[in-house]
């Protein structure tokens, strides 16, 4: 049924402060929009769906809370009053329990609904744990009697339509592919809307997945390797093959299409209205004006691919080093976006494009750390030849295993540098107003791609 509770001061008060709240600073407007209960032998789990509006547009929030009888120990409750303690139900043992339970049994409460990724067993929960560091969703560790346990990824942030990081990743699970965890299932949900149609919105709200322990974020296996002056290339070159071979899979599994006139259209604007605003931010790029232009206007003149689902925000924190593996995680995309645009079929280049920036980043944050690049083991030509390094043995192994146009990976012009020069001026416009000190990564990379316009010189000697 759906829950009409009205919000409490107390949870009011707690909103805003939580890592997952976007709105900080910008005076939080709650209101609640419906929701949803379960009621489990422990604790009675109440969803609440809360409605925040700032100027700078209106957020829903998934806010579940579990309500107990009796204070548990170890945990601080968010308030308390005569019908229980309340808390925050991610912490609480309960929740993962009934939440997979939902998915196990694809049951029906209130608008939302478990759905087992086929061929997957019920798992009974043992132990969980709040995963830290998060930012935009809450996941919960949990340990299995069967020993195999299970990272459940609660969505905080509600949007209309398929997640991606759902259906892209119960796809590729489908196949059978190792690319992945394995999926274990879902929750969809629904609430009111008046944007829709029909004055409802459906959505995903919870996702599990099979979590693999031991496993090393990319960012800081690239990281380590580049402040010890570390050879990367065959790991990069894995890396480009794993991405190869995960675009195939898409492929495969969900539908593609011939790339029009009018996608090249959408994409340059999409791309001029990006280096305009970089243009205006970073000062410093304003000679690389007419190169930049000439660098993105060469998406019309080069072979398309066809157009698939890609990862969409794609770099070394997605993926995860197992053993000599690969395996790619968050196919959300770039959270600013609406889902209906992170859903849409675009170029697998553009994954390309982001990982080559990431490694550019790693070679970036060496020679940031302290000023002290020597003392990191890394002088800062190394950094630079260590990134050249990777990025070289990652389109290499893209190109062993991707079937690809001549020429399409080639420097010096054309799609792929086009997309990665769209990267580039985003990331400046991004460390402008967020970290200035690292400006010079993007800004170089700008630089640098822009001369293969071969307008540099003309631009600078004006």
């Known amino acids: 049924m759906m829950v009409e509770i009205p919000l409490p001061d107390a949870l009011m008060a707690w909103i805003p402060r939580q890592r997952w709240y976007a709105g900080k600073g910008q005076g939080a407007s709650l209101t609640q929009r419906g929701g949803w209960n379960v009621t489990c032998e422990s604790a009675e789990i109440l969803t609440f769906y809360v409605l925040d509006r700032q100027d700078s547009g209106a957020t829903l929030y998934q806010v579940p809370i579990t309500r107990r009888a009796a204070a548990l120990e170890g945990i601080r409750p968010i308030w308390h009053d005569k019908h229980g303690y309340y808390y925050d139900a991610p912490h609480d043992p309960a929740y993962a329990v009934a939440i997979l339970d939902l998915i196990a049994t694809e049951s029906e409460t209130g608008g939302s609904r478990g759905h087992r990724q086929p061929g997957t067993q019920p798992v009974t929960v043992t132990a969980s744990a709040v995963l830290n560091g998060e930012q935009s969703n809450t996941s919960i560790i949990c340990r299995t009697r069967d020993g195999s346990p299970v990272i459940l990824k609660v969505f905080r942030a509600m949007h209309a339509g398929d997640n991606p990081d759902v259906v892209l990743q119960s796809a590729i ?25 029909d004055g409802v919105a459906h959505g995903h709200l919870a996702f599990a997945q099979e979590f693999l322990e031991g496993a090393e974020d990319g960012w800081r296996a690239a990281l380590r390797a580049a402040t010890a002056g570390e050879d990367f290339s065959l790991r990069a070159r894995r890396l480009g093959q794993a991405t190869a071979e995960l675009h195939a899979t898409l492929a495969t599994a969900l539908p593609t299409r011939e790339a029009e006139i009018s996608d090249q259209a959408r994409l340059l604007a999409a791309m001029h209205a990006r280096a305009d605003a970089a243009l205006d931010a970073v000062p410093a790029l304003e000679e690389f004006r007419d190169a930049i232009d000439a660098a993105l206007n060469t998406v019309r003149g080069s072979p398309w691919p066809r157009l698939q689902r890609i990862h969409g925000d794609y770099h070394l924190g997605q993926v995860l080093a197992v053993g000599d593996e690969w395996v790619i995680v968050d196919f959300e995309g770039e959270p600013l976006r609406p889902m209906s645009e992170r859903s849409e079929l675009d170029l697998p280049l553009r994954d390309v494009a982001g990982m080559l920036r990431s490694f550019d980043y790693v070679a970036g944050a060496v020679l940031h750390a302290g000023g ?59 460390e402008a107003r967020n970290r200035p000190d690292w400006l010079r990564i993007p800004v170089e990379a700008v630089q640098r791609l822009a001369s293969f316009s071969g307008l540099r010189g003309a631009t600078s000697n004006r």
């Open 173 to 197: 699970s489908a196949t059978g592919s190792a690319l992945v965890p394995a999926s274990v299932g879902y929750v969809s949900g629904q609430w009111p809307d008046r944007s829709q149609p």
């Open 372 to 430: 002290q690049a020597t003392e990191l083991g890394a002088t800062e030509l190394g950094a630079t030849d260590w990134a050249q390094s990777a990025r070289a043995a990652f389109l290499a192994g893209y190109a062993e295993s991707a079937t690809l146009a001549e020429g399409a990976l080639n420097p010096g012009g054309g799609l792929l540098d086009a997309l990665e020069l769209d990267k580039a001026l985003y990331e400046a416009v991004y």
